[in-house]
């Protein structure tokens, strides 16, 4: 699934291209579930003679902020992805909804697995958004204080609380682990136990794994592409995760894999342990 680094990517490299443009009529919507709210009839006559003033990404979340005070929230889940394409691209049976720019230019949401989203949402529509996610990990307000804040009094066991979309926002599967194996923080240790030093090196390694998979261009696993069709490179890079039975880079013992909270979790056993 796409996290972060691969939404930010994804949301930049369909914004430069669309931003300014205005928004013909949706051509193609064969999927209405993908459509969260409102109904699939009001979400395709709203978003007729739109214009795409600007983009930016909350959580996993891509947005695109329209006129008359509308919001195009898109979330690309398990498989989606959303590329722009001239006039004369077929579109295959895989794209659910097809946006046709008054330029003749159209954006496709190709989703394989169909657990792709959209909301077309007003001022109150987008604050709620908002409030229902947490701190952003790569904004100044996320400070290790911050950090040490919310792990403050959770029981839980680290991983899934950074998988909390409402404590941290963005952060997924892949970066849970890569963070954690360069903390060497092992995953199930409880997060109210981390020692300041722990947090320190926690808020660090969260925003270095995000960073580096920016620079990398996001991770592509199997379906991930930015919005010109491109794959990421950072896959490359993993330390931990998807390298079960490989050598740990930094000591040598092997990577496992185990689960914990029903996601798979890759560790080194000798890097980050249970004290
Ligand atoms: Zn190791």
Request: net charge neutral; with cysteine.
């Amino acid at each position: 699934m796409p996290e972060l680094p691969e939404v930010q990517h994804a949301a930049d490299s369909l914004g430069v291209q669309i931003v300014g443009a205005r928004i013909a009529c949706v051509e193609r919507l064969d999927w209405p579930r993908m459509v969260e709210t409102p109904s699939p009839d009001e979400f395709i006559r709203l978003l007729a003679g739109r214009r795409v003033h600007g983009w930016g990404r909350r959580a996993k979340w891509i947005l695109l902020d329209l006129d008359s005070g509308w919001t195009l929230a898109l979330h690309l889940r398990m498989s989606g992805s959303l590329t722009v394409h001239p006039a004369d691209a077929e579109p295959d049976k895989h794209t659910h909804l097809v946006i046709r720019l008054e330029d003749g230019r159209r954006i496709f949401f190709h989703d394989t697995r169909k657990f792709g989203r959209a909301r077309l949402l007003d001022a109150a529509g987008l604050a709620a958004l908002d409030a229902a996610h947490g701190d952003e990990p790569l904004s100044e307000a996320f400070t290790i204080e911050r950090l040490a804040n919310l792990l403050r009094n959770r029981k839980r066991a680290i991983k899934p609380l950074l998988l909390d979309q409402s404590v941290i926002a963005g952060i997924g599967n892949i970066y849970a682990d890569e963070a954690l194996w360069r903390a060497r923080i092992h995953p199930l240790r409880p997060a109210a136990d981390l020692n300041a030093d722990e947090v320190a090196a926690l808020h660090e390694s969260i925003r270095m794994v995000l960073q580096q998979a920016l620079a990398n261009g996001g991770s592509t696993l199997r379906d991930y592409r930015n919005s010109y069709g491109a794959r990421g490179t950072n896959q490359d890079h993993f330390n931990a995760y998807d390298r079960e039975g490989q050598p740990c880079s930094r000591c040598g013992a092997t990577i496992v894999k185990t689960v914990v909270a029903q996601r798979g979790t890759h560790y080194c056993p000798e890097c980050q342990t249970i004290p």
